[in-house]
């Protein structure tokens, strides 16, 4: 199964434009666990420039990844943030994944592991132990205040 990727990068007019799209978007968690197809959202402010905002969501279908994009949710913050001028820039790039795989090694004991990768289970396999020592990957948790956003889908 191919999974989609959403790629985009916000620079914000400012700090206070920054902080104010936050406010607007702060309850993006809860739209999109609600909504077919969504996989995963993170988001970050870019190391070097505070005013970059960087986003990545994964989709199971393209259909779903447009749908978000034309959400009247998601549709109305964006206008807000253009509207508002707190948006100075704003560049989605689209991807189609396929073969993803997952290569880890063991800090502990050294055992390499590479497999495919089924992001649809992404936090049920990253919740795996090392199968030769029993060490736990660390993972990153989501809360309420956490900038990424989780929904494997259930079999």
């Keep these: 199964m191919a999974i989609y990727l959403s790629m985009q990068r916000v620079r914000f007019s400012s700090d206070d434009g920054y902080e104010k799209f936050k406010m607007v978007f702060s ?5 999109l666990k609600t909504l077919p197809g969504f996989l995963h959202l ?7 420039d ?5 986003e990545v969501s994964l989709w199971t279908s393209f259909e779903a ?3 978000w ?6 549709k109305s913050a964006k206008e807000w943030a253009v509207r508002s001028g707190a948006i100075m820039e704003d560049i989605i790039t689209n ?3 396929r073969n993803t795989r997952l290569i880890r090694v063991c800090p502990c004991c050294g055992k390499a592991e590479d497999g495919e990768y089924d992001l649809t289970r992404e936090r049920q396999r990253l919740a795996q132990q ?3 020592c029993g060490f736990h990957y660390p993972m990153m948790p989501e809360t309420p205040s956490s900038f990424a956003v989780f929904k494997d889908l259930v079999a």
């Design 95 to 97: 991807f189609e994944l």
């Design 27 to 31: 309850d993006v968690r809860n739209h």
């Design 42 to 48: 993170t988001w970050w402010v870019h190391p070097d």
């Design 130 to 132: 090392c199968p030769n």
């Design 69 to 74: 994009h034309l959400n009247p949710y998601h």
């Design 50 to 54: 505070p005013r970059w905002f960087n």
């Design 65 to 67: 990844l447009k749908d």
